[in-house]
């Protein structure tokens, strides 16, 4: 492409939202064979509401749901913001928390007076019996919704599910993307029935789930064997590698300041369609139209 070509090419995308920090992007971006997206906060709205609290009959629903708000109360993980709008709503006052670990990619545990809390993903909670509530925890992942294990005293006190929602326009930004010639993929650290649910859901080619916060960038590299030319959208802190390692990094513009630093191109909001403007606009580049 000309330069006079790239000049305007940054000018018409900056027009519609999206500016490539980086003229290199405008000019690789036509050549990507697949466009990998994070799920939570990029595909969908990032801000899941608890749907369900499955208690086991030796707790009491208020008591678990305070003893939870309280594990997550120093996390900001969305779920964990979930379950504190949760307990919010119901009108719970939280126990004092005493001491607190996040374990990324899997949940929390907390001290809160005599107790030991744990809440987190099936996997973290694998040493427990969980099969009473199996049954029921599939077919709510297999909606899409995404449950989490509460343990009190290393005893399985509830599930709780959330669900979040995915954005207006990702499903047909996938579909323009596969008309345009572009495979699409899913990297999440969500588990698997969920991510599932959600790529069928928007009919995306291909999903990586349980995908661990320092795993996203070996999923990149895993593409990279199979495509030539891997773009990668993502938003949140634990994307940041993975935006860096992508051909092409593209951060949703209401993402974390660590995504967007680490991006070749910033979508100005939240809407995926900057994606397809980004890739149409960097094919009538290089093509000089302008
Ligand atoms: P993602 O943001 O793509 O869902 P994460 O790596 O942040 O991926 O989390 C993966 C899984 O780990 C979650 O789906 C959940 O099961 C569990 N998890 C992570 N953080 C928490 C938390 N604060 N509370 C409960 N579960 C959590
Ligand atoms: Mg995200």
């Given at each position: 492409a000309t330069p006079t070509s790239i000049m305007v090419g940054s000018?018409?995308?900056?027009?519609?939202?999206?500016?490539?920090?980086?003229?290199e992007a405008l000019q690789r971006l036509r050549d990507a064979d697949v466009v990998a997206f994070d799920k939570t906060g990029t595909l969908t709205e990032g801000k899941p509401a608890l749907t369900d609290l499955i208690l086991d009959d030796d707790f009491s629903h208020d008591e678990v749901l305070a003893l939870v708000a309280a594990a997550e109360s120093r996390s900001e993980h969305p779920i964990a913001l979930a379950i504190l709008a949760a307990a919010e709503k119901a009108g719970l006052t939280l126990p004092a928390v005493d001491h607190f670990v996040s374990d990324?990619?899997?949940?929390?545990?907390?001290?809160?007076?005599?107790?030991?809390?744990?809440v987190g993903s099936a996997r973290m909670m694998r040493?427990?019996?969980?099969?009473?509530?199996a049954p029921t925890l599939e077919q709510l992942a297999d909606q899409?919704?995404?449950?989490?294990?509460?343990?009190v005293d290393s005893k399985i006190a509830a599930a709780l599910v959330v669900a979040d929602v995915v954005k207006p326009t990702s499903k047909a930004v996938i579909a323009r993307l596969h008309?345009?010639?572009?495979?699409?993929?899913?990297?999440?650290?969500?588990?698997k029935r969920t991510a599932a649910a959600i790529a069928a859901q928007l009919g995306i080619d291909e999903?990586?789930?349980?995908?661990?916060?320092?795993d996203k960038v070996s999923a990149i590299k895993a593409l990279r064997q199979r495509n030539r030319v891997v773009a990668y959208v993502g938003d949140g802190i634990n994307d940041a590698p993975a935006l860096a390692e992508a051909d092409i990094g593209i951060a949703v513009g209401t993402g974390t300041d660590a995504?967007?630093?680490?991006?070749?191109?910033?979508?100005?909001?939240?809407?995926?369609?900057?994606?397809?403007?980004?890739?149409?606009?960097?094919?009538?580049?290089?093509?000089?139209?302008?």
């Open positions: 000018g018409r995308a900056a027009e519609l939202g999206v500016l490539f920090r980086q003229s990324p990619g899997h949940g929390v545990t907390a001290t809160i007076g005599e107790r030991r809390v744990q040493d427990f019996d969980l099969s009473d509530f899409g919704k995404t449950p989490v294990i509460a343990a008309a345009m010639g572009v495979r699409t993929a899913m990297i999440s650290g969500d588990n999903v990586h789930a349980e995908v661990l916060p320092a995504a967007i630093e680490s991006a070749d191109v910033v979508l100005l909001g939240g809407d995926l369609k900057g994606v397809l403007d980004a890739l149409t606009i960097s094919r009538a580049t290089m093509r000089n139209i302008w």
